[in-house]
């Protein structure tokens, strides 16, 4: 299994998870800004109809996702400088449910899962925002979000991102510091650092999910921690 995450994760973060597959360590450069350039939600969806890829994803990551047979699709829009531009891919997909800004999104997302109700958000960057767990429950970071989801009667737990670094900004997204793999949420960085921890963990454990903290020190929105099987 390739697990591609951002260079800026913190050593000791990226050593752990180094346990449960091949670390591939994304960067960029010149495509967009600085703070997301080695984000992975920027650059892929990953969604019951395949992954989805922006087109201009620099060369070595194909050739990465080529050599160890992970199928993808290109997207039809490029990655650009600044936002909105910079949030093409950033949809999230569950089994039921695409969650994105329409305006915004790669139509591919929606071509390869074409029986996926779509719920409308106004904030473009949904991945960097949102966790969705395997019981149609979900952790947020984005009021606009949460309100959106409760419409849909869906159970959401909205999480105050201030504890969450991200260089250059005041604070990182909740989304953008987890990544999920089967029945494991894998955090960069500790829940303790969380105003709710104990809420949060109990939130997770109803999910039927183990929680890896990838480290003890404070959360790390590192762009979502992208898990790829063959």
């Known amino acids: 299994m390739l697990i591609l995450c ?10 752990t998870l180094a346990a449960y597959g091949e670390v591939i360590v994304f960067a ?19 969604t019951p ?15 990465i996702l080529k050599h ?3 199928s993808f699709t290109k997207g039809s829009l490029a990655v650009g400088q600044k936002y909105p531009g910079s949030a093409h891919f950033n949809s999230l997909v569950t ?14 997302i929606a071509k390869l899962n074409p029986d996926h109700e779509i719920i409308p958000v106004k904030q473009g960057y949904v991945q960097c925002n949102l966790l969705a767990l395997p019981n149609d429950s979900f952790i947020t970071s984005d009021r606009g979000i949460e309100k959106s989801l409760i419409q849909r009667h869906l159970e959401v737990l909205f999480v105050n991102p201030l504890c969450i670094k991200l260089d250059g900004f005041e604070h990182g997204f909740f989304g953008g510091a987890c990544g999920l793999f089967r029945e494991t949420l894998f955090l960069c960085g500790s829940l ?5 921890e104990g809420l949060i963990r109990d939130f997770i454990a109803a999910a039927g999910i183990e929680t890896v903290e990838l480290y003890e020190g404070p959360p790390v929105d590192v762009g979502t921690i992208l898990f790829l099987e063959e």
Do not use: W
């Open 68 to 70: 160890n047979s992970v």
């Open 6 to 15: 951002d260079s800026k994760m913190p050593v000791i973060a990226r050593q």
């Open 95 to 108: 089994n039921r449910f695409i969650i994105q800004n329409p305006e915004i999104a790669d139509p591919v």
């Open 49 to 63: 109809g395949g992954l989805v890829v922006a087109p201009n994803l620099p060369e070595t990551y194909f050739s």
């Open 192 to 196: 303790l650092f969380f105003e709710h």
């Open 28 to 46: 960029t450069e010149g495509i967009t800004y600085k703070a997301i350039s080695g984000h992975p939600d920027i650059f892929f969806c990953k």
